[in-house]
Nanobody, 115 residues
Framework: QVQLVESGGGLVQPGGSLRLSCTAS????????MGWYRQAPGKQRELVAT???????NYAVCVKGRSTISRDNAKNTVYLQMNSLKPEDSAVYYC?????????WGQGTQVTVSS
């Protein structure tokens, strides 16, 4: 059974930082492109960042320069370091694992940026 378990969300003040983690089980983690997506109330789910099996990264314009995605294949874990957080970054953040044939989602972790 495939599981993606996110952690690290919470309440943070504007300008603060958070590191999200997603640990996968039931998949050959190293071959998957891992990604973070987010969905705010009333909005569609959107890409935040992805990292391929080879370590190539891609970021949404709205987080580029403020966020870093990384992976540790030995721990089956992908991370999203987010800095200089803004209220508009508030959303449920979802982990995604994808190949050309299949994709899996985590349950999400809430990030709230508010003073």
């Amino acid at each position: 059974q495939v599981q993606l378990v996110e952690s690290g969300g919470g309440l943070v003040q504007p300008g603060g930082s958070l590191r999200l983690s997603c640990t996968a089980s039931g998949i050959i983690f190293s071959i998957y492109t891992m990604g973070w997506y987010r969905q705010a109330p009333g909005k569609q789910r959107e890409l935040v960042a992805t990292i391929t099996s080879g370590g190539n990264t891609n970021y949404a314009v709205c987080v580029k320069g403020r966020s870093t995605i990384s992976r540790d294949n030995a721990k089956n874990t992908v991370y999203l370091q987010m800095n200089s957080l803004k209220p508009e970054d508030s959303a449920v953040y979802y982990c995604n694992a994808a190949t050309t044939r299949r994709a899996y989602w985590g349950q999400g972790t809430q990030v709230t940026v508010s003073s």
